[in-house]
């Protein structure tokens, strides 16, 4: 049917989202199609703008409007803290707890010999650039607890191990292993970020 064409395109793309298969892609698309003037074109607007604005902040990694996002640039975050996530869902949801109120890095990624990702397809040669130029004190590890990210973690400890001035903490373990942030309530996350320790 030639009519529906665009109709099932939309609904495919849809499907393709994390989260989502196919009949609860059609499900949203209908929704929107009889919630055009409500739903659909201010949503279609606005992923309009969002792709022809949003960027990778130069600095840490995180999706923001800007070449350097506000985590960075807000004065009031330059504490000498510096969180180490693996992707921007996981600073989103350390942002979301309100837990912390350092500066984050963004790995994108974890190490994994299995597909060739090694230190220098993520961001650890530019984390350890900023620890030096940023008066960085603590590092906290906030890589999901997971093999991946244990792994991960221990080599930027080992990067950072002659750097004396340099504290290197990790989440507590209420962080369950296996677990990744972005699935994790607030909860979970404020008390492991309270209970922090050296890695």
Not at 17 to 24: A, D, E, K
Not at 168 to 175: E, H, K, P, R, Y
Request: net charge negative.
């Amino acid at each position: 049917m030639q009519e529906t064409e665009d109709i099932d395109a939309l609904i495919a793309l849809l499907a393709k989202l994390p989260g989502l298969g196919p009949r609860s892609a059609r499900r949203a698309v209908l929704h929107l199609i009889r919630k055009r003037s409500l739903h659909l074109i201010p949503l279609a607007e606005r992923m309009q703008r969002v792709a022809e604005t949003a960027r990778e902040c130069l600095n840490c990694g995180n999706v923001g409007t800007q070449d350097v996002c506000k985590i960075c640039t807000s004065t009031e975050r330059e504490n000498g803290e510096l969180c180490v996530v693996e992707d921007v869902a996981d600073l989103w949801a350390m942002e979301r707890t309100a837990a912390f109120n350092g500066r984050y890095h963004v790995l994108g990624g974890t190490l994994s010999a299995l597909d060739s990702i090694g230190p220098s397809e993520l961001r650890i040669p530019q984390l350890v650039d900023r620890i030096a130029s940023e008066n960085i004190t603590e590092v906290v590890l906030a890589l999901n607890a997971t093999i991946e990210g244990q792994t991960t973690a221990h080599y930027i400890a080992e990067q950072l191990q002659d750097r004396e001035t340099v504290r290197i903490t990790s989440l507590a373990q209420g962080v369950p292993m296996g677990g990744e942030l972005d699935y994790l309530d607030d909860g979970t996350i404020s008390a492991a970020f309270k209970a922090r320790k050296d890695f």
